[in-house]
């Protein structure tokens, strides 16, 4: 049974409930809370996507182990590292974007880009130490805060 009067218009209290859930879901995925210092949300995010790293790399790992008998993914191993960096990527761009950093995307791929570029240069010798847990991810927060920097003067050289 409709709510409807006679004119065909709903009453206004139905109509404004319907109203308000539609607001919300626009606001759908929006977090009303404090804003949080833009270097702390990149190095937080930087953080992440290096554990994000090493935890893909580690997985790689075991999987070439199990399929292999060998952790040395041989041919297999430049196409995982593409999908890890890839991965990681997407992922600090998408955590970048929900935080409403500007630029998210960029930074993302900058920060990862660094890191990657830092590793290759002078880590690769020591990656299979165990204080390598903690160096990717701090190396990653500050790349991820050199990124931010990066982007915002290529912004300013815009316009």
């Known amino acids: 049974m409709s709510q409807e009067d006679e004119s065909g218009r709903m009453p206004e209290d139905l109509e404004d409930l319907l109203?308000?859930?539609?607001e919300e879901e626009a606001d759908e995925g929006r977090f009303d809370a404090p804003p949080l210092p833009p270097a702390l949300i990149l190095a937080v995010v930087g953080l992440l996507c290096g554990f994000a790293t090493?935890?893909?790399?580690?997985?790689?790992?075991?999987?070439?182990?199990?399929?292999?008998?060998?952790?040395?993914?041989?041919?297999?191993?430049?196409?995982l590292l593409v999908l890890i960096v890839v991965v990681t990527i997407v992922l600090g761009?998408?955590?970048?974007?929900?935080?409403?950093?500007p630029h998210p995307r960029l930074v993302a791929f900058l920060g990862v880009t660094f890191m990657l570029i830092?590793?290759?240069?002078?880590?690769?010798e020591n990656l299979s130490s165990p204080w390598t847990l903690g160096v990717v991810p701090v190396l990653t927060a500050i790349t991820f805060l050199v990124?931010?920097?990066?982007?915002?003067?290529?912004?300013?050289?815009?316009?």
Do not use: Q
């Open 118 to 124: 830092l590793v290759l240069a002078f880590l690769t």
């Open 54 to 79: 090493i935890a893909l790399v580690w997985l790689s790992e075991r999987g070439c182990e199990r399929v292999r008998d060998t952790s040395n993914c041989g041919a297999l191993g430049l196409p």
């Open 147 to 159: 990124a931010n920097l990066v982007a915002r003067l290529l912004e300013r050289a815009d316009a």
């Open 93 to 101: 761009g998408l955590a970048l974007s929900r935080l409403a950093m």
């Open 19 to 22: 109203e308000a859930a539609d």
